[in-house]
């Protein structure tokens, strides 16, 4: 044949080139060889190349000496928490140390590693002796593993498609990442749109640490050039215009499709050689004169039409191997897939042979075979007849069930699709009970899920999955959809009286203690009808969660009477968890009232025993007992107590308690005038919980609001107040809030307004009284007494103020202590002036002892208003100014200047001296750094004790220096060194 006459191609398949990703290869390894540690995301649909960029980045780490260990998730897997890791680390053992060089800790991974055991130290002993369970296993692995990586170091850890992976999975790889090990790099892929709504790629959110680098890279569809290169390098010569056109069409850029389109095409007599404009050859599509379609329409139009075709080519044995394979769903050994096809031992392997040479199947471990990608094995499944199918699902489940120990969650998926429903509902409650009792609840809610989707599920059967349920999906990280899935199963028909009430129970606390949500107590009370005393235990337990309310729902009184109801109830019954339970609101409604044995009982609770429940319950308490303490004052026992629970984390498992000792450390940062540190652990806890309603109201908003006041950014402050406020209402955590907004209106001289949002609507005096929480140091009972000082009600101002002192006498509040001390020299202020000075020095004093000098410095700067000697106003205010700018506290340093004024000192011009040229002056500093935060001109005057019209020339000097807008300066930058 001529040039022009369509010779036959070599039937040769040339593999596929690697064309297109040369900007994210070298940004991935890049990442990795620069700044180790590091963490990189590679993101993309299925089949965009997120395996084969892994593959040709590893294949350049390698040849630069990294070392580089992959693991991946798969859909229909076991529940074996950790398994991606495990499987990854397997191959470290060429690269082991000694083990008696390895840390002891690494021992830990002896049982779940058994080919490694000989080159592992021997497996450690528990740090609390006969401790089991769940969450202590997990901090072994955890440590275990980092161990391990450091010691084959410089190493990447790869794990593919982390959308797929269990939960157990995704709390190693987010501890790791969030504190990589020294010189490891880790490298995770995922498809986006797999991840639940909104959820992050590991569950939760992660910020790299200092020195920790990375990239996140999303990877797209391919072009015209990239399958040119690809089609060039398969087919041995240049593709016509043409034909990339129709590739590209039928394949959307996916470079699965694209590979498997161009395997099938190279050999086939449907492309020709023709000549080329340019004098050189291409290689279209064959066209035949009597029907020029006739050659496009035989091209697949679909990946299911290619695997169809290149299966067709296969003799019968290696034909049923890939029909089987595609029936298992995941890779499979050879004796697997022999049973599975019904071949012996000599076709098998034959046919294996067949399949791989194909590049119908690859292999994907040492014995192990399956499809390229899942799209591959879905189009052969969904291409078999239904018998082939039935016969193939058949098979499988009678070779898995021989297996020990058996694969439940496959037998069940094979019982399943065999139609047989009543042995599904077993195996399938079997695989949930399994994947619950190693931690992977994703795995065991999907399960249960599935479960409860059938219809006329009998009693027995509803009374063992929806509790199971209702336990899987709470301890999720994603609130809506946790509270929306236990409603669901609270709908569901024929559920037995008690378990709902059960369930009930469980989606209150949840709307409670992770979703803020406080009518998670009308769920408590109608979960307690339900459940009655025919079953005390449940009520007992269901008491205790009433008996700790922070709420105006109940009295302290009310909350007494409800836990000794349930001690009562208990009587005759041995059930530890409900007497804990009920042991901890006591100690709860104890540290309300500050009691002084509080800290007796917290010390006398078990911080070593073989239960860990003992000690997730201990961990509990004290954490619990954190926002008491620095309620009343106890600012260095909250602080201790912090720690403790921090360092007890890792041995119990309850990661709902890092959300609170995260909002606790703030609280504490604020209060100890850790400003700055408060900021960023603010900025932190949202991006590690974008979700937790904490960071939105509660005192997280609250410490907002006091930084804004003090910033003289009122309508901020009255922002994050009104938040607290709305979604709060009277509650415990909302005391600051409330006084703070009454501050506000006391500062604009609205006294009538500041007592209504102290009374009326909500009465919060009146609340303090119920909840008897007189010690908490909120300042709430001063702004009440000023408030009152301010609407001549002297008389109710000195019986508020001795109420407090009475309800606090012996009282272990210092915090209290300081407020009494507080509201004696507000009471003194006009009648007695020394006083008052020596109340207001008490007070400071006292917030000294505590640890919080912003409180001290108010009471300093009060103390120091009580004097008429105005040298001695100016002696005194020295300490309140300097803490006050030390703490960026702009509108009380303002404020304290300007009494400074009045006392006749010159104080420095925070204009500064002439000359400064485009350089800002410091009073221009002052006014960039309000601007920046969104201060409008009257809020700058009212800080800085200016005029409007001072205020208009420094804005318009700002600006211009800076070449900026207000817009501009508002939305990118924030107050500046």
Not at 296 to 307: A, G
Not at 500 to 526: K, N, W
Request: aromatic share 4%.
């Amino acid at each position: 044949m001529d040039d022009h006459g369509g010779r036959t191609l070599s039937s040769e398949a040339r593999g596929c080139a690697f064309a297109g990703r040369t900007v994210e290869v070298r940004a991935l390894v890049d990442a990795v060889s620069e700044t180790r540690p590091a963490v990189i995301l590679v993101e993309g649909e299925a089949g965009i190349g997120k395996s084969r960029l892994v593959t040709e980045a590893s294949a350049a780490l390698g040849a630069d000496g990294l070392r580089v260990l992959v693991g991946g998730c798969h859909p229909l897997r076991e529940p074996l928490a950790y398994g991606p890791v495990i499987d990854a680390l397997r191959r470290v053992g060429p690269w082991l140390p000694p083990a008696q060089r390895l840390g002891a800790s690494a021992g830990a991974l002896a049982p779940l590693l058994p080919d490694l055991a000989d080159a592992l130290p021997a497996e450690p002993p528990p740090a609390v002796p006969g401790a089991s369970g769940p969450g202590v296993q997990r901090f072994r692995v955890v440590s275990a593993v980092r161990t391990l990586l450091e010691a084959v170091a410089p190493v990447a850890l790869v794990v593919e498609d982390v959308h797929w992976a269990d939960e157990a999975t995704l709390e190693l790889l987010l501890l790791l990442a969030r504190d990589m090990p020294a010189d490891t790099a880790m490298v995770l892929t995922y498809r986006a749109e797999d991840l639940p709504a909104g959820a992050p790629v590991l569950g939760a959110p992660f910020r790299r640490s200092p020195g920790t680098g990375g990239v996140e890279i999303r990877l797209g569809p391919l072009g015209e050039a990239e399958l040119r290169a690809m089609a060039r390098d398969v087919l041995g010569g240049e593709p016509a215009p043409e034909l990339v056109r129709t590739l590209l069409e039928r394949s959307g850029g996916l470079p699965l499709v694209i590979e498997e389109d161009l395997l099938s095409l190279a050999g086939s007599p449907r492309l020709e050689r023709v000549a080329g404009p340019g004098g050189g050859d291409l290689i279209t599509l064959a066209d035949s004169p009597a029907d020029a379609d006739a050659a496009v329409l035989r091209v697949p139009r679909s990946l299911r039409e290619v695997l169809a075709e290149r299966r067709g080519r296969l003799g019968p044995d290696a034909a049923a191997l890939v029909d089987a394979a595609a029936v298992l769903a995941v890779p499979a050994g050879e004796a697997l897939l022999a049973r599975a096809a019904g071949l012996d031992e000599d076709r098998t392997a034959a046919a294996l042979q067949e399949a791989v040479a194909a590049a119908v199947l690859r292999q994907t471990g040492p014995d192990t075979y399956g499809f390229a990608h899942v799209l591959a094995q879905e189009a052969v499944y969904d291409g078999l007849p239904g018998p082939v199918r039935t016969r193939n699902h058949r098979r499988v489940l009678a070779a898995l069930e021989t297996r020990n120990p058996p694969p439940l969650v496959q037998i069940a998926h094979h019982t399943r699709a065999l139609g047989d429903r009543a042995a599904w509902l077993l195996r399938a409650q079997e695989a949930a009970d399994g994947a619950a009792g190693v931690g992977d609840h994703g795995t065991a809610a999907a399960l249960l899920g599935e479960i409860l989707e059938q219809p006329d599920l009998t009693p027995e059967q509803l009374g063992r999955a929806a509790p199971a349920m209702a336990y899987a999906v709470s301890v999720g990280t994603e609130y809506t959809a946790t509270a929306a899935a236990l409603r669901r199963i609270l709908r569901l028909p024929g559920l037995p009286v008690p378990v709902r009430g059960g369930i009930r129970s469980s989606l209150g606390m949840f709307l409670i203690y992770q979703a803020g949500d406080l009518s998670g107590e009308e769920e408590l009370l109608t979960a307690l009808a339900e459940v009655g005393e025919g079953d005390p235990v449940s009520a007992a337990r269901l008491l205790a969660l009433l008996g700790v309310s922070e709420t105006g729902r109940f009295a302290l009184a009310e909350q007494r009477a409800m836990v000794e109801r349930g001690y009562a109830l208990l009587a005759g019954h041995q059930d530890p968890r409900a007497r804990s339970m009920l042991d901890l609101a006591r100690l709860f409604l104890l540290a309300i009232a500050a009691d002084p044995i509080v800290p007796g009982l917290l010390a006398s609770l078990p911080r070593e025993d073989a239960d860990v429940q003992v000690l997730q319950g201990t961990a509990m308490v004290i954490c619990g007992s954190i926002g008491r303490s620095f309620a009343v004052g106890n600012d260095a026992r909250a602080a201790a107590a912090v720690a403790e629970t921090r360092a007890m984390a890792p041995r119990i498992h309850l990661p709902v308690l890092d959300l609170y000792l995260d909002c606790h450390q703030i609280v504490l940062d604020w209060q100890a005038g850790r400003w700055d540190d408060a900021a960023h652990g603010l900025a932190a806890f949202h991006e590690r919980h974008p979700h937790s309603p904490l960071g939105s109201g509660g005192l997280l908003a609250t410490v907002r609001g006091l930084t804004a006041a003090a910033r003289g950014l009122t309508a901020q402050a009255a922002g994050d107040f009104g938040e607290v406020l709305t979604r709060g209402g009277l509650h415990l955590d909302s005391l600051a809030a409330a006084a703070g907004t009454a501050r506000l209106q006391l500062a604009r001289h609205e006294p009538e307004t500041a007592w209504r949002s102290l009374t009326d609507p909500l009465d919060f005096l009146g609340f303090l009284a119920r909840k008897e929480a007189w010690a908490y140091a909120w300042d709430l009972v001063p702004t009440a007494v000023e408030t009152l000082l301010a609407l001549d009600r002297a008389d109710e101002a000195q019986a508020l103020a001795a109420r407090h002192a009475t309800a606090t006498e012996g009282r272990d509040a210092p915090g209290a202590v300081a407020e009494h001390h507080l509201c004696r020299g507000l009471l003194l202020r006009a009648t007695d002036p020394d006083g008052a000075m020596a109340a207001f020095d008490l007070a400071a004093a006292q917030w000294i002892g505590i640890g919080r000098p912003y409180r001290a410095a108010l009471a300093a700067e009060h103390a120091a208003r009580t004097r008429t000697d105005p040298a001695e106003t100016i002696t005194r205010l020295a300490g309140p100014v300097t803490t006050f700018e030390q703490l960026g506290a702009t509108s009380d340093a303002a404020r304290c200047h300007h009494l400074l004024r009045e006392a006749g000192r010159a104080t420095p011009n925070p204009r500064g001296r002439a000359g400064y040229g485009d350089r800002l002056s410091p009073r221009e500093v002052q006014v960039r750094d309000l601007l920046a935060s969104g201060a409008t001109n009257k809020e700058i005057a009212a800080i800085l004790f200016l005029s409007p019209r001072t205020v208009e020339n420094h804005v318009a000097r700002v600006l211009a220096k800076l070449s900026t807008t207000r817009a501009d300066l508002t939305r990118t930058s924030g107050p500046q060194d």
